[in-house]
Structures are given as C-alpha cells and as structure tokens.
C-alpha cells in the first residue's frame, strides 16, 4: 500500500462523521467531522452534485429529511445550497472544500461521490472532484458505487486513490436499471480490470463474497466494510475486512 491508503485503513473510519442524532450532533456536517477529527478516526463523507457542478457534502439526493428546504439537491446550486441549515442543531450546509479547510490533513478523508447512475456518469463532476482530491494536502481518495465514475476518476488522474463500493446487488429500488447480469458484475467487482481500485469498500452484511475476497487475497487490495454498527458486526469485520467504517459507537472503548 501506498503512505496515503496506509494512512487511510490504519483507524476506523467514522461514518458521515462522528455523528449522534439524538444529541442534536448530524451526519455530514461541520460538527460531526470535528468531533471525528478530536477522537482521531477518519472520517468517510459523502457528496451530491449541485446544478452547478459544485459537491455539497450531504447524503440524500433531496433535501427534505435533513436540511430546511425541499426537493432535489441537483436543482439547486452551490451558493443557495450553503445559505440553508439542517433541521437540527447549529450547522448549514456546506460544500467539499468547505471540509478541506476543516480538517487540513489531521485526519484521512474518504469521499464518496453519490451517483446519479446517468450515462455520462456525470463526468465533469467527477473530474472535479478528482481535481480537489488531488490538490489537497492531506491523506484523501474517493469511492463510489458506481463503476463508471470510477473509470472516469482513473482516466483524468490515475493517481488519486479509488475505491469501489459494493454489497450483494440485490434486486430493488437501488439496482432497479440494471439487469441480473450487470448486479453479478457488481456484485464480484468483475469490472476490476476496467476500474483498476486501490481497495475494496464492502457491506458488512453480506461478507464473505467471492469477488472482494479474491481481489483482497489475490492482488493485496485492502478492504474497508461498512456499516459496522454491533460488536458482532465487528467480530465479523476482524475476519473478513482491513478496517471498519463505523457508527453509533466509540470503537476506541
């Protein structure tokens, strides 16, 4: 492994942040990275596109469960997007460099490009994205579940770090236009030779797969799995995975 993927899978990686909602603390915002960056875990977050190609650091492709606004965070842009707060607590939305400032390289970043699974698998977004992982200063690298931002990563800079995303594929709403075919492939990462990952970010539950198993025995890719929420989950993460990405616990205790 490279420095930086060795920095990335060395402490577990808190989900969206440390977050707690019950204690007004919510994923993805300032707050929940700080109190990540305090407790020395890495931090995996996620990012939407907004209407004009920024990356807004929230979940949800709409608005409506977290923020105080509704409707599709596509529709929207950057500037309006960073005036609303969350429903909850003291933060507002804010975008990817944003989070950069924040954390300066004291913990590793995993940033988890949500797709909006288009043909074009939303190229220029994708580059950008690669372009402000790439100029940043600390550890950092990207994932996605989607294969083809993936190849669209590898193609404009092959040196970010890259990693692909992925549970059983099961049929419903998440996989509903792809076929029994195309969730194998994802299913077995069978696209590794077009994607080229740096490592594996696997759903715990349906570990061990075939697929991931190979290519972290095989070709040595490590592989984070998520979301480690039981101490049995974690047990089965010390035999199957390199490191967890974790909520609703310290793993630390």
């Not at 109190?35 to 409506?64: C, K, P, S």
């Not at 594996?200 to 984070?224: Q, V």
Request: proline share 6%; hydrophobic share 40%; net charge negative.
């Amino acid at each position: 492994m490279t420095p930086d993927l060795e920095a990335i899978f060395a402490r577990p990686i808190a989900h969206r942040g440390y977050h707690d909602a019950e204690n007004g603390i919510i994923e993805n915002t300032p707050t929940a990275v700080q109190r990540a960056v305090e407790r020395n875990f890495a931090i995996e977050v996620d990012v939407q596109e907004t209407a004009d190609g920024e990356a807004l650091v929230f979940h949800d492709y709409t608005l409506d469960r977290l923020a105080e606004g509704s409707g599709k965070v596509i529709d929207q842009n950057a500037a309006n997007l960073a005036r609303l707060h969350m429903k909850t607590g003291a933060d507002k939305l804010w975008l990817l460099g944003d989070l950069f400032d924040l954390v300066d390289g004291r913990v590793p970043l995993v940033i988890e490009i949500k797709s909006l699974m288009r043909r074009d698998a939303q190229m220029d977004f994708v580059r950008h994205v690669t372009n402000q992982v790439a100029a940043y200063k600390g550890p950092a690298c990207i994932k996605s579940f989607d294969p083809d931002m993936l190849s669209i990563a590898r193609a404009h800079n092959p040196a970010v770090l890259r990693g692909i995303v992925a549970d059983a594929a099961e049929p419903g709403p998440d996989y509903a236009r792809y076929s029994r075919v195309d969730r194998f492939i994802l299913r077995h990462l069978l696209h590794a030779p077009r994607t080229r990952p740096h490592f594996i970010s696997y759903g715990i539950k349906d570990l061990p797969m075939a697929g991931p198993s190979l290519l972290r025995a095989l070709f040595k890719l490590p592989l984070m799995t998520w979301t480690v929420r039981t101490g049995e989950q974690r047990e089965k993460a010390r035999r199957y995975a390199d490191q967890i990405v974790f909520e609703g616990f310290d793993p630390d205790q």
